[in-house]
């Protein structure tokens, strides 16, 4: 199994890696809020709310973003009401379910113990660096610095040249 985990501030191309790293190379996205999302999609708010290009707009279903909400829900509900390692627990289910040899990508690490436990399964933390990029609040900074990187990803010089990039980083792992 290779695990690879996208870290970095909002828009920097986690997502875009992520789903070229599922067309080019095969790997399968399996989130860290997918649970979460899944929580949010039983209560009826509905799946595109959480796409990338929505998930930071209000929502007439929300008082709030669906981002913020999704924090909300594992940060106060899961993390600190059940227990630390609740949502880790339920990926790392998720993910023994999965074929031995399946290739994983998880777009939305933002915490220390997050890459902890993909390090723990073999896998790498990849830092996204966008030029035009940069923490919203001195929480997500904070979050971010903690996390150390295996490898760096810049994007800044248009989709060619990162996807170039990543091509180099998975042949680098093979």
């Known amino acids: 199994m290779r695990i690879v985990a996208l870290t970095g501030y909002q828009q920097t191309g986690k997502t ?3 789903r ?3 067309r080019r190379w095969g790997f399968r996205l399996v ?6 999302v899944a929580m949010m999609q039983a209560l009826g708010i509905a799946e595109d709310y959480f796409s990338p290009q929505r998930q930071h707009c209000r929502c007439d279903d929300l008082p709030v973003t669906p981002a913020k909400a999704i924090e909300t829900l594992m940060e106060s509900w899961g993390r600190l009401c059940l227990d630390d390692r609740f949502w880790l627990s339920r990926w790392e289910a998720r993910v023994g379910t999965l074929p031995p040899r399946a290739n994983i990508v998880v777009d939305d690490i933002g915490r220390a ?3 902890t436990a993909i390090r723990a399964l073999g896998g ?5 660096n966008h030029p035009k990029r940069h923490a919203r609040n001195a929480r997500e900074e904070a ?3 903690g996390i ?8 800044g010089k248009g989709l060619k040249e ?3 990039s990543i091509d180099g980083l998975i042949l680098d792992q093979k």
């Not at 790498?124 to 996204?128: A, H, I």
């Not at 150390?148 to 994007?155: A, G, I, K």
């Open 143 to 145: 979050n971010m610095d």
């Open 31 to 36: 989130p860290l809020r997918a649970p979460a």
């Open 16 to 18: 875009e890696i992520a």
């Open 162 to 164: 990162l996807f170039r």
């Open 148 to 155: 150390e990187e295996d490898r760096s990803v810049y994007n």
């Open 113 to 115: 113990d997050e890459a």
């Open 20 to 22: 070229y790293l599922e």
């Open 124 to 128: 790498k933390v990849w830092r996204v």
